[in-house]
């Protein structure tokens, strides 16, 4: 395993509800990055924060808020979720800088009922 | 806008020999990096191996090696000595260093490893 995880490795939800992922990374990066991996499509970038300051929201609708207390931490706030965005939600984290290798942790496997 | 494409949805090899993923993409630019990243069954994305635009060596790191060409925009992988532990998806990266602080990745090829 690399130093970033991610809970819950598994999530089921109705539409209506209302959950979080979260991710941790214990690297000292200072750029955090939330993908989305749906079967037979090329990961999408959802959110860039930098420095605790999201830098890019690819065009991701409003049922999923980004929250980034400290460098460490970065949260995926669920509301109102459709079964299309079933899929596997994978954070990444990296320096601001250099090549920018990003670690990436295990995934949460997300079902939406 | 920059694009990466993985013409190979699927490739197979059989163990102890070798095969090349190809990669190619889409830029402007002359800086970036290049990236190829492995995604086992059920296990985290680690980078398997990096390249930067500027240099013309292509990088090496034990059975696995690329294939540079920057003229023609092709990225490809080389696995030598393939091994069972090899099996994954493969996906192929680039990143532009004065631009978004974001990869952008090709679709993916999933390799499979015949015993």
């Known amino acids: 395993e690399t130093g970033v995880t991610q809970t819950p490795r598994h999530l089921v939800m109705g539409m209506t509800n209302k959950k979080s992922l979260k991710c941790e990374q214990h690297l000292g990066h200072n750029a955090m990055y939330w993908y989305k991996q749906s079967a037979k499509k090329p990961l999408e970038l959802m959110f860039v924060y930098n420095f605790k300051e999201q830098t890019e929201n690819n065009s991701v609708p409003s049922r999923f808020s980004p929250e980034c207390p400290n460098s460490s931490h970065l949260f995926l706030h669920l509301h109102t979720l459709q079964p299309e965005d079933s899929a596997l939600y994978l954070c990444?984290?990296?320096?601001?800088?250099?090549?920018?290798?990003?670690?990436f942790g295990p995934g949460t496997r997300l079902t939406v009922l | 806008a920059q694009t990466v494409t993985q013409s190979q949805p699927e490739m197979s090899v059989q163990e102890a020999e070798t095969v090349t993923l190809s990669c190619t993409y889409d830029t402007s630019e002359s800086d970036y990096y290049l990236f190829w990243y492995k995604q086992p069954p059920s296990r985290q994305m680690i980078l398997v191996i990096r390249q930067e635009a500027y240099k013309q060596q292509n990088a090496t790191e034990n059975r696995f090696s690329v294939n540079f060409q920057k003229a023609a925009k092709s990225f490809s992988l080389k696995i030598s000595d393939s091994q069972l532990g090899d099996a994954a998806m493969y996906f192929c990266?680039?990143?532009?260093?004065?631009?978004?602080?974001?990869?952008?990745f090709g679709q993916g090829t999933r390799l499979t490893i015949n015993p």
């Open positions: 990444a984290s990296a320096t601001y800088s250099g090549s920018n290798e990003q670690f």
């Open positions: 990266a680039y990143w532009f260093i004065q631009g978004a602080q974001k990869l952008v």
